[in-house]
């Protein structure tokens, strides 16, 4: 049973760039959470993804958008690429009941120069 | 702002020796979990424990809560250097997006 699934593994941008990051959930997962890992800090929220539409978002600027297809799978924009956005990118899902905790793919590395 | 917060920041022990990581949270919280993280991959769930638990066991993990004083602590019982990784907590806020802390970086060495 395949867990989650992201691609590119990695990825090489130029600053005011635009990339598109992609995300399978797990089997039988419909909600997807998108997280920005910088590194030596703890995974921060950008948002989450319920029934292709954005049920809750952190604080992050309008450049970081998402999309949730039919299928659940999901993928997340980010405009105008800043030297900051340079970062490990996770996606995670989880299903119901939401209280069985998240399964994480392992991460698109960003790297912005 | 980051809602739990794992203390301490790096831990470093010999092999066979346990563990002990905290994490202390502000608000109240539905469930609490812990995830393991190695060299800046895919983070891995250990366990959860619910608001109304105290303590919970998985192998050679123990999870302790206190909703009192707002904290939890993870115990890694007789180390191995497979475990050396980086330990995150992670609270549920009641339907609110999980919320991790900066994390507790472990090495074990043999």
């Known amino acids: 049973d395949a867990g989650v699934t992201q691609s590119p593994t990695h990825l090489i941008k130029t600053r005011g760039q635009q990339v598109t990051l992609r995300c399978s959930p797990k089997?039988?997962?419909?909600?997807v959470s998108w997280y920005q890992q910088a590194l030596g800090q703890g995974p921060q929220f950008i948002f989450q993804?319920?029934?292709?539409?954005?049920?809750q978002r952190g604080n992050f600027p309008d450049r970081f958008s998402g999309h949730q297809f039919p299928n659940y799978s999901s993928e997340l924009n980010v405009n105008a690429l800043l030297l900051g956005d340079s970062a490990l990118y996770l996606c995670?899902?989880?299903?119901?009941?939401?209280?069985?905790?998240?399964?994480f793919g392992s991460g698109t590395r960003l790297t912005v120069v | 702002s980051q809602q739990g917060e794992e203390d301490p920041q790096a831990l470093s022990i010999q092999e066979g020796e346990n563990a002990t990581m905290n994490c202390s949270y502000k608000?109240?919280?539905?469930?609490l979990q812990w995830y393991r993280q190695n060299s800046g991959r895919g983070l891995v769930h250990l366990i959860l424990?619910?608001?109304?638990?105290r303590e919970k066991h998985s192998g050679r993990l123990r999870v302790t809560l206190d909703t009192s004083k707002k904290s939890s602590s993870l115990l890694i019982t007789a180390s191995r250097a497979a475990d050396t990784a980086s330990y995150f907590c992670?609270?549920?806020?009641?339907?609110?997006?999980?919320?991790f802390g900066p994390g507790t970086r472990l090495s074990v060495l043999p």
């Open positions: 995670a899902s989880t299903g119901a009941p939401k209280n069985y905790g998240y399964t």
């Open positions: 089997s039988g997962h419909d909600t």
């Open positions: 993804y319920y029934e292709e539409e954005e049920r």
């Open positions: 608000t109240s919280i539905n469930n």
């Open positions: 424990i619910r608001s109304n638990e």
């Open positions: 992670a609270t549920d806020n009641y339907g609110q997006n999980f919320v």
